[in-house]
């Protein structure tokens, strides 16, 4: 009974996704209705492991991106988007966790979903593709990068990555993960680059010192904001002829 019901409705999503693929927000509220209907749990977004809190911690430096409530968002897992399902990423592991409720139930768990499954996400207005940069540079770490700037072939991406620090109170101990630690990552006609100093531009860039000094100077003086930094640095290098 249940599987027939399954399949009705999946016949019933297709036949509306013909019907809006023009409109995008028609899509998105098409795929949030049709997990609505199945039940989450009855999707490969329930395919992950039970997640459990290791770490104690008595302030907000806590190991998550931006926020460590369930906030939403969309991500792509097993070749299958999810709209609006509520997201957490934890930056110390480099892992997402998601958030299933039973709608038989109405019980809550987190689960760790499968990081070698999931293609991208987009949480609090920041986009991340999983990239394996280290196929082809060892010296690069694989994981989720933040898409900053994108410019036909050339990308500049960001990875964000938190430390664990074990602290002290008077009668047990803590954790504290300081702020992000960033990463540049460009791609560029297939290649990535490091992006992590002078040196490493240059290399990347294949321009000379004198021709980056005067843009770079210029551009630190004027953006304090790092990512805004990396951004106009890469714009205006790849304009050079």
Same mark, same amino acid.
């Given at each position: 009974?249940?599987?027939?019901?399954?399949?009705?409705?999946?016949?019933?999503?297709?036949?509306?996704?013909?019907?809006?693929?023009?409109?995008?927000?028609?899509?998105?509220?098409?795929?949030?209705?049709?997990?609505?209907?199945?039940?989450?749990?009855?999707?490969?977004?329930?395919?992950?492991?039970?997640?459990?809190?290791?770490?104690?911690?008595?302030?907000?430096?806590?190991?998550?991106?931006?926020?460590?409530?369930?906030?939403?968002?969309?991500?792509?897992?097993?070749?299958?988007?999810?709209?609006?399902?509520?997201?957490?990423?934890?930056?110390?592991?480099?892992?997402?966790?998601?958030?299933?409720?039973?709608?038989?139930?109405?019980?809550?768990?987190?689960?760790?979903?499968?990081?070698?499954?999931?293609?991208?996400?987009?949480?609090?207005?920041?986009?991340?593709?999983?990239?394996?940069?280290?196929?082809?540079?060892? /010296?690069?770490?694989?994981? $989720? +990068?933040?898409?900053?700037?994108? *410019? =036909?072939? &050339?990308?500049? #991406?960001?990875?964000?990555? @938190?430390?664990?620090?074990?602290?002290?109170?008077?009668?047990?101990?803590?954790?504290?993960?300081?702020?992000?630690?960033?990463?540049?990552?460009? /791609?560029?006609?297939?290649? $990535? +680059?490091?992006?992590?100093?002078? *040196? =490493?531009? &240059?290399?990347? #860039?294949?321009?000379?010192? @004198?021709?980056?000094?005067?843009?770079?100077?210029?551009?630190?003086?004027?953006?304090?904001?790092?990512?805004?930094?990396?951004?106009?640095?890469?714009?205006?290098?790849?304009?050079?002829?």
């Amino acid at each position: 009974m249940i599987k027939s019901l399954l399949l009705s409705c999946f016949s019933l999503f297709l036949g509306f996704l013909v019907v809006a693929q023009n409109n995008k927000t028609e899509v998105i509220e098409g795929y949030v209705a049709f997990d609505a209907v199945v039940g989450i749990e009855n999707t490969d977004l329930s395919q992950g492991v039970l997640y459990l809190e290791k770490y104690r911690t008595i302030n907000d430096k806590k190991q998550f991106f931006k926020s460590s409530d369930f906030e939403k968002g969309d991500i792509w897992y097993k070749g299958q988007p999810y709209y609006e399902k509520p997201l957490k990423y934890d930056a110390h592991h480099d892992q997402i966790l998601v958030q299933i409720q039973s709608q038989s139930t109405g019980q809550r768990a987190t689960l760790q979903l499968f990081k070698s499954e999931i293609d991208s996400f987009n949480l609090l207005e920041h986009r991340f593709i999983h990239l394996n940069p280290s196929k082809e540079n060892e /010296s690069l770490t694989a994981g $989720f +990068y933040e898409s900053l700037y994108q *410019k =036909e072939e &050339l990308r500049l #991406f960001v990875r964000h990555s @938190k430390n664990r620090v074990q602290l002290k109170g008077k009668s047990f101990v803590y954790y504290e993960f300081p702020e992000f630690k960033k990463q540049y990552l460009l /791609s560029s006609n297939k290649e $990535f +680059y490091s992006l992590n100093s002078k *040196k =490493e531009i &240059l290399e990347a #860039f294949k321009i000379d010192k @004198k021709d980056l000094n005067p843009i770079y100077k210029e551009l630190k003086r004027k953006y304090k904001d790092q990512n805004k930094f990396m951004v106009e640095l890469v714009k205006q290098i790849g304009s050079i002829p």
